[in-house]
């Protein structure tokens, strides 16, 4: 599949695909002419940087969680302490 079809089925432009391959957190085979190939493991990795992208946690914490550094409870576990710590007023 090529990119303009991932972005059409994922939601996800082609300028943010290619951000998400150089941060390592993307690799779709190439063809013999260089043009990027995605497959539906690739289709599932983006559909699930983009729901913890929308869900605020960070390209670094993602990362963890596709290389299993951490588990995605742990990731979600550690996001909710942050937006619940950003969100607490400050006593003074």
Request: hydrophobic share 35%; glycine share 4%; proline share 2%.
């Amino acid at each position: 599949m090529k990119i303009k079809q991932v972005e059409e089925l994922v939601g996800i432009t082609s300028k943010n695909i290619r951000f998400y391959e150089e941060q390592g957190l993307l690799t779709p085979e190439r063809a013999e002419n260089g043009y990027r190939e995605y497959h539906e493991e690739n289709i599932k990795t983006l559909k699930k940087i983009k729901l913890l992208r929308k869900l605020g946690v960070s390209v670094e914490e993602i990362k963890s969680v596709l290389s299993k550094s951490i588990s995605l409870e742990e990731c979600l576990e550690n996001q909710m302490l942050s937006l619940i710590h950003i969100s607490e007023p400050t006593r003074l």
